[in-house]
């Protein structure tokens, strides 16, 4: 008997701007994605949140967010955490900081802390926590985000690794950009582990298996279905970046831009739907106990 696959499909950076949140909707409603992460402080947020609460089958989670943009807290209760009034702009910068004891702890936890409440107090209950750049994985920050997970009763979290990492590493050795993106997985190795162990003893669900690091932005029609055919058994996470390229994406730090439509493209395609149906793949959000999505025909 061949075990269930069920299948979390991830819309990142909702609120980022109007395009973006226009793509997630369509790859929801017109095809196989099935949840999204908000941020709690970009440009589209409040647009975003509008769109969850009107969209029930839509599940949604925080995408903490503590580098490259502006936070929710008075600039003076989180001075460690910012330059200049703003987030440091890289994920390395960030890294550094916290792996010299530049950035405090408690000034995470109150920004963090600030960023789930606008969430909530939105009326979107969140399903899942996961960060902007993956800055979470960290293991002194990962240990603030899951006991924030606990405080607010939000059942999963990300560990964004995505395995067999060494194996990903080579097989990808040859399709340009990708190889960069193996290696940076393939290093956070003994901070998913930590991070595991984080969840475990905290008592939380383990985190579902991750897909979709290494090709990030780099999806094709076969690679796409291909990811799609060898979803291993249990709960997996894909994580996209859908969207479709508007003015305000052009002022946005990101190097995901014509990807983003691409993404939509792939993510509301019959080929697309034909993968899941081959597959037997069950297509749920993180809620406990989701209801199959059932996407569009």
Same mark, same amino acid.
């Given at each position: 008997?061949?075990?269930?696959?069920?299948?979390?499909?991830?819309?990142?950076?909702?609120?980022?701007?109007?395009?973006?949140?226009?793509?997630?909707?369509?790859?929801?409603?017109?095809?196989?994605?099935?949840?999204?992460? *908000?941020? %709690?402080?970009? !440009?589209?947020? &409040?647009?975003?949140? +509008?769109? =969850?609460? /009107?969209?029930?089958?839509?599940? $949604?989670?925080?995408?903490?967010?503590?580098?490259?943009?502006?936070?929710?807290?008075?600039?003076?209760?989180?001075?460690?955490?910012?330059?200049?009034?703003?987030?440091?702009?890289?994920?390395?910068?960030?890294?550094?900081?916290?792996?010299?004891?530049?950035?405090?702890?408690?000034?995470?936890?109150?920004?963090?802390?600030?960023?789930?409440?606008?969430?909530?107090?939105?009326?979107?209950?969140?399903?899942?926590?996961?960060?902007?750049?993956? *800055?979470? %994985?960290?293991? !002194?920050?990962? &240990?603030?985000?899951? +006991?924030? =997970?606990? /405080?607010?009763?939000?059942?999963? $979290?990300?560990?964004?690794?995505?395995?067999?990492?060494?194996?990903?590493?080579?097989?990808?050795?040859?399709?340009?950009?990708?190889?960069?993106?193996?290696?940076?997985?393939?290093?956070?190795?003994?901070?998913?582990?930590?991070?595991?162990?984080?969840?475990?003893?905290?008592?939380?669900?383990?985190?579902?298996?991750?897909?979709?690091?290494?090709?990030?932005?780099?999806?094709?029609?076969?690679?796409?279905?291909?990811?799609?055919?060898?979803?291993?058994?249990?709960?997996?996470?894909?994580?996209?970046?859908?969207?479709?390229?508007?003015?305000?994406?052009?002022?946005?730090?990101?190097?995901?831009?014509?990807?983003?439509?691409?993404?939509?493209?792939?993510?509301?395609?019959?080929?697309?739907?034909?993968?899941?149906?081959?597959?037997?793949?069950?297509?749920?959000?993180?809620?406990?106990?989701?209801?199959?999505?059932?996407?569009?025909?």
């Amino acid at each position: 008997m061949t075990a269930t696959r069920r299948l979390i499909v991830n819309g990142d950076d909702f609120g980022l701007t109007p395009g973006v949140n226009a793509g997630i909707v369509d790859a929801h409603r017109r095809g196989i994605l099935t949840s999204a992460s *908000v941020f %709690a402080n970009a !440009p589209a947020t &409040a647009e975003a949140l +509008a769109i =969850a609460r /009107r969209t029930p089958s839509l599940g $949604v989670g925080c995408h903490l967010a503590l580098v490259d943009g502006e936070p929710l807290s008075p600039p003076s209760t989180i001075p460690t955490l910012l330059r200049d009034g703003r987030f440091r702009p890289t994920w390395t910068s960030f890294a550094a900081a916290v792996l010299a004891r530049r950035i405090r702890m408690d000034q995470v936890e109150r920004e963090l802390s600030a960023q789930i409440d606008r969430v909530r107090s939105s009326g979107v209950r969140p399903s899942h926590l996961d960060a902007h750049k993956h *800055v979470h %994985a960290c293991p !002194p920050v990962f &240990a603030v985000v899951v +006991a924030l =997970a606990k /405080r607010f009763g939000i059942p999963r $979290v990300r560990i964004p690794w995505e395995r067999p990492a060494a194996a990903l590493a080579f097989r990808v050795g040859t399709v340009s950009g990708a190889r960069r993106q193996a290696l940076e997985n393939l290093a956070l190795t003994p901070w998913a582990w930590r991070d595991a162990r984080l969840l475990a003893a905290a008592g939380l669900e383990r985190a579902p298996w991750f897909l979709g690091r290494v090709l990030t932005g780099l999806f094709d029609a076969d690679s796409f279905a291909a990811l799609l055919a060898s979803t291993p058994p249990g709960t997996s996470e894909l994580m996209m970046h859908p969207g479709y390229v508007d003015a305000a994406l052009h002022g946005v730090r990101t190097r995901l831009r014509s990807a983003r439509a691409r993404e939509v493209a792939l993510l509301t395609s019959a080929d697309a739907r034909r993968a899941i149906e081959r597959a037997g793949i069950i297509l749920v959000t993180h809620r406990p106990h989701s209801e199959p999505h059932s996407h569009a025909s």
